[in-house]
C-alpha cells in the first residue's frame, strides 16, 4: 500500500522551461512534506519543504504547492536548469505525537532538462 | 562541517555472511534514521534511534536486522545471515530534533550486494 505516490517515472522539460512535478499521498496523517533531489551513486538532498497549514512555499527557482482537499502537492522549477537533470522523491511525514518518525517517500521522478 | 557519513559506500558479501553498516551523523545531531531503497523504488524508512535508544523501528524486518547507537560511536546497521533479497542502498539521515518541522540530511548511502 503505496502512501506517496509520484506516478511520473519520468519527465523531459527544455531547459529554462517549467518542470512541474507531481505527488499524491492517502494518508489523512500526514501534515508535513518535503522534496528531495538525488542524483545517481549520492544520497537524497533536501530541496524543499511544507506544512499543512500552507499551500505554497517557495525558495529562488523552487515553489512547492500543497492541496490538502485533492491530498496533493507539486513541485515547480523554474526556469529548469541542466543541473535539475536528477531524481525527485516527495517525502511526507505525520505528526510526531501520532505517528511514526520516519519519512515516506515516493517512488521518485527521473527529471531530464533537455538543452 | 562534515555531513552525515557512510561506510563502507559499497559492501560484498556471500549469501549467509554478516554485514555491518556504519553511520556517523553530523555534528550535533542526536536522531539517526536508516532507510533502505530496493532498485526501482522509493527510500523505505526503518528505523530510528537516539543515543542508546530505538525510538521507532516499525520498518525493520522482523529477523535478522538490527541496529544500534551506543553512547560513543556510530550508528550500525547489522544484517546477519544475508540474502539476495538483502542487496539494496542503505541510507542514513540524521536530525538535530525530532519531530517533522525539522529535516532530516542524508548521507551517501551504503549499497549492499549479496552474492
Known amino acids: 500500500d503505496q502512501q506517496v505516490k509520484q506516478n511520473s517515472p519520468s519527465l523531459s522539460v527544455q531547459e529554462g522551461r517549467i518542470s512541474i512535478l507531481n505527488c499524491d499521498y492517502t494518508n489523512s496523517m500526514f501534515d508535513y512534506f518535503l522534496w528531495y533531489k538525488k542524483y545517481p551513486a549520492e544520497g537524497p538532498t533536501f530541496l524543499i519543504s511544507i506544512s499543512s497549514i500552507k499551500d505554497k512555499n517557495e525558495d529562488g527557482r523552487f515553489t512547492v504547492f500543497l492541496n490538502k482537499s485533492a491530498k496533493h502537492l507539486s513541485l515547480h522549477i523554474v526556469p529548469s536548469q541542466p543541473g535539475d537533470s536528477a531524481v525527485y522523491f516527495c517525502?511526507?511525514?505525520?505528526?510526531?505525537?501520532?505517528?511514526?518518525?520516519?519519512?515516506?517517500f515516493g517512488k521518485g521522478t527521473h527529471l531530464i532538462i533537455q538543452p | 562541517n562534515a555531513g552525515v557519513m557512510q561506510n563502507p559506500r559499497h559492501l560484498v558479501r556471500r549469501r549467509g555472511q554478516e554485514a555491518r553498516l556504519r553511520c556517523s551523523p553530523m555534528k550535533g545531531h542526536s536522531h539517526v534514521y536508516w532507510y533502505r531503497q530496493l532498485p526501482e523504488e522509493g527510500l523505505k524508512f526503518m528505523v530510528y534511534l537516539q543515543k542508546e535508544n530505538i525510538i521507532d523501528e516499525s520498518g525493520m524486518p522482523k529477523e535478522r536486522f538490527s541496529a544500534e547507537f551506543p553512547k560513543e560511536g556510530p550508528s550500525i546497521l547489522r544484517i546477519q545471515q544475508v540474502v539476495r533479497g538483502d542487496s539494496a542502498a542503505y541510507f542514513c539521515a540524521s536530525s538535530q530534533y525530532r519531530g517533522p518541522a525539522d529535516t532530516q540530511y542524508f548521507g551517501p548511502g551504503t549499497r549492499l550486494t549479496v552474492l
Open positions: 517525502a511526507a511525514s505525520a505528526n510526531s505525537g501520532g505517528g511514526a518518525d520516519g519519512l515516506t
